[in-house]
């Protein structure tokens, strides 16, 4: 009983009892937060990927090449998982999966190096499956130049003069180990925390419009509005505080990712990140006063924030709309805030600028949700009756249950939203910040201590490179460094003094990069332009040693380089991000959004006709009869993504329809059988939504896409299987971007419809065993 005067501590205490005895609102703030963190921490577990499967096309079946097929296996990142006559098969082998890479050594290639004529080895690899496929890439193109530093000196030796070349040493700041954990913990754990965060506090003001009751709580508070949101919102608070410990002890001891910056600067960033979340989601309660419709705007808001808060896709490469859009989001300062003092370790100084933006959007969210409550309170509406969903007489058979629940999402405004309206929202806002697909000149400072005519070229192509630019002429090192602290540089080019004259000694000049690695894709355009721009000036050098004469530049640039690697993405050749991210995205949405509805209308079933309605959704007909019913619905969604959109944006779609439909029909199914399972143990509506939004992020993770199969434990890969997101991104994915057939991803076509078999005689065995028991679920408040 609650003893406390009315005001601020009267209210928390009352909040506190409420979550106490509600089952959702447990599993929520506590349940849900450390079952995701346990998934995340289980899929990044092994930090170091290794044994990527590829393929390798050995024409030529030479001692040499042997040599080099060798030194592929020893690879650390790479094994030799097929051997393919040639490359017809290694192309099947990469679109069904079996492999990552391709190696192709051509015909004559012992005998080309022998006789100078520099022969190439290519390496074409999966670029849609956009991290693996670089992972696998960088290993083969070190173990072969590694095999190629094993060949003898003096192959392909002309006698002529051979001017020095320009070696970059690279120094990895921030992340020196290049630790992809490292970078995605810091980002992944905070972006699920900061969705739940948001669901919770609308959870706790929207019931106050349904299950209990507003005048009460505005009672509670002594009728002061300000005392009746701190003190509501305030367990939620120190809840979300502990779950950010917690997530900081995953990070910091149970990885052993070193923390660089100032932890009272970063801590008082995640109090600011959970008052802005808690109270947005309040105010978007307040505003609509609906818990269903609240939920789904909560849910839009924040699902897509981890795109728009420029982690994966830098806000350097986003467009008007992007950057303007995420601005407004509280995650996106305080991902800065995180990066900054945490990975780069920069002075609190320069950290200023993010930390005002955080500050202000904490203020403006919780000031408009604490101004709505005052004209709340003052006039509060009446409970909101019950939506009824109007039906007819029972029908039986199929048909019948087809029918109604064909109807019944049509009617229902908070099912129709997540079914039919969500998905053409989330495609048009969800790709928004990838749609410049290429991030371009990325910023670099150069220091030149040589001012001579080899550095001012350099400097010109370093310029001229389409990854990089230079934004900053540094007279020494600790001005570059100051900017690069200052996010105007992410890379510092050194042309230490006496570089030309080396070069023109015939000896090789070593230049200094500093690249920071806290964001990856930075990082990774600002060495390609950097390598690029200091090959071409090498190539140069040979040219002009030779003096334009073709023999003798060909020879000279064989001595420097006996075999030619080639590097050729398949798939995304132009290694767009959002040709990459967008296509697995758009399926995963697809099964959320339907997951959530199907289950919601087993909630409202429960709450307009308890036990006896639950029951009889749980039939054969009618559990069949309602799969097609959302099949019906699901599929303009379906279409929209893997048909419409991609074209719109530009994305590679190569798939044929009957094909996509026939991998699409047991995704989808599988999806609804899952959710009509799910939604069969929830009494009220909105619990779907509550406990099944969260979850999108880790399991995207576990598909293969963009965290590698072979780094995921084998327990967590076999158990994402139970998701139909794995098979279907998969398959999807491999038909549609990769011009894969049917019978390259049989397997998943396979795993799907057992999944849809599964899930059916569970949705039908549930809905009994539930109905028995007289509709006690884990729900149940």
Same mark, same amino acid.
């Given at each position: ?65 042997? @040599? ?5 296996? =020893? /690879?650390? %990142?790479?094994? $030799? +998982?097929?051997?393919?006559? !040639?490359?017809? #098969? ?44 670089? @992972? ?5 193109? =070190? /173990?072969? %130049?590694?095999? $190629? +530093?094993?060949?003898?000196? !003096?192959?392909? #030796? ?624």
């Amino acid at each position: 009983m609650i003893t406390a005067r009315p005001g601020l501590l009267r209210v928390a205490i009352r909040e506190v009892v409420w979550i106490a005895h509600d089952r959702v609102a447990l599993l929520l703030v506590i349940g849900i937060p450390l079952l995701a963190f346990t998934l995340l921490a289980a899929t990044f577990s092994n930090a170091v990927i290794r044994d990527l499967r590829v393929d390798v096309v050995d024409q030529d079946r030479s001692q040499t090449s042997m @040599i080099f097929v060798q030194a592929i296996n =020893a /690879a650390p %990142a790479v094994e $030799v +998982a097929s051997r393919s006559s !040639d490359l017809t #098969g290694a192309m099947r082998a990469i679109r069904s999966g079996e492999a990552i890479a391709t190696v192709y050594i051509p015909q004559d290639f012992e005998r080309d190096i022998l006789a100078g004529r520099r022969p190439q080895i290519v390496i074409f690899h999966n670029k849609q499956y956009y991290t693996p496929g670089n @992972i696998a890439s960088g290993g083969l193109q =070190a /173990a072969i %130049a590694a095999a $190629v +530093a094993t060949l003898p000196k !003096d192959t392909g #030796g002309s006698g002529t003069f051979t001017p020095g070349r320009l070696v970059v040493e690279q120094y990895v700041l921030t992340n020196p180990a290049l630790n992809y954990v490292q970078f995605l913990l810091r980002a992944v754990l905070p972006m699920v925390l900061h969705v739940i965060t948001a669901i919770a506090g609308g959870y706790a003001v929207g019931s106050e419009f349904g299950s209990r009751s507003l005048r009460e709580w505005i009672d509670a508070a002594g009728g002061s509005p300000l005392a009746a949101l701190v003190g509501k919102l305030a367990p939620y608070f120190g809840i979300f505080i502990v779950m950010m410990a917690v997530e900081l002890g995953i990070i910091h001891s149970l990885f052993q990712i070193p923390f660089r910056g100032d932890p009272v600067l970063v801590g008082t960033a995640a109090c600011l990140l959970i008052v802005a979340y808690l109270a947005l989601g309040a105010l978007l309660q307040l505003l609509v006063r609906n818990l269903a419709l609240g939920l789904s705007l909560t849910g839009i808001v924040c699902s897509p924030a981890f795109g728009f808060a420029g982690v994966g896709f830098p806000i350097l490469g986003m467009g008007t709309f992007g950057r303007a859009w995420g601005a407004l989001l509280p995650l996106r300062w305080y991902i800065q805030i995180l990066f900054d003092q945490a990975a780069r370790g920069v002075p609190a100084r320069d950290t200023a600028q993010p930390f005002m933006m955080l500050s202000i959007l904490a203020v403006i969210f919780f000031g408009s949700a604490w101004l709505r409550l005052r004209t709340v309170a003052r006039a509060p509406i009446a409970k909101a009756p019950e939506e009824i969903v109007r039906e007819g007489p029972d029908q039986a058979g199929i048909v019948g249950a087809f029918s109604a629940e064909y109807g019944r999402v049509l009617r229902d405004r908070g099912v129709f939203g997540l079914v039919v309206l969500a998905p053409i929202i989330y495609g048009l806002l969800y790709p928004q910040p990838y749609l410049g697909q290429l991030l371009r000149k990325v910023p670099i400072a150069v220091v030149d201590n040589d001012t001579s005519d080899l550095s001012r070229s350099l400097i010109q192509m370093l310029d001229a490179d389409e990854a990089i630019r230079i934004a900053a002429r540094a007279d020494t090192l600790a001005q570059a460094q100051a900017a690069l602290a200052r996010r105007e540089v992410f890379g510092i080019v050194g042309i230490p003094a006496g570089t030309e004259r080396e070069v023109l000694k015939g000896n090789s000049a070593r230049l200094p990069a500093y690249v920071d690695s806290a964001y990856f894709l930075l990082y990774n355009r600002a060495v390609q332009g950097i390598s690029e721009a200091t090959g071409a000036v090498s190539a140069d050098l040979i040219a002009r040693g030779a003096r334009s004469n073709g023999s003798l530049y060909r020879a000279a640039l064989v001595k420097s380089a006996p075999v030619e690697i080639l590097n050729q993405p398949l798939f995304n050749p132009t290694s767009g991000y959002g040709s990459y991210i967008v296509p697995a995205a758009f399926i995963l949405i697809l099964q959320q959004t339907l997951l959530m509805g199907a289950a919601t209308l087993g909630g409202v079933a429960f709450e307009q006709g308890g036990p006896g309605a639950r029951r009889r959704r749980g039939t054969a007909a009618a559990v069949l009869g309602q799969g097609l019913a959302h099949l019906v619905l699901a599929l303009p969604g379906f279409a929209l993504y893997l048909i419409v959109l991609p074209r719109v944006y530009g994305f590679t779609a190569v798939g044929r329809v009957p094909e996509m439909l026939a991998l699409g029909i047991p995704f989808i199914l599988a999806v609804s059988f899952m959710g009509q399972f799910v939604g069969a143990w929830f009494k009220r509506r909105e619990t779907a939504v509550l406990l099944l939004i969260a979850i999108s992020l880790p399991l995207f993770f576990l598909v293969g896409v963009s965290w590698p199969l072979e780094a995921i434990p084998d327990g967590l890969r076999i158990a994402s299987r139970a998701f139909p997101s794995t098979s279907g991104i998969d398959g999807l994915v491999r038909l549609n971007q990769m011009g894969a057939t049917l019978a390259d991803v049989s397997t998943d076509w396979i795993r799907l419809w057992i999944l849809a078999t599964v899930y059916a005689v569970l949705a039908i065995l549930t809905s009994w065993l539930v109905s028995m028991r007289g509709g006690a679920d884990v729900t149940q408040s």
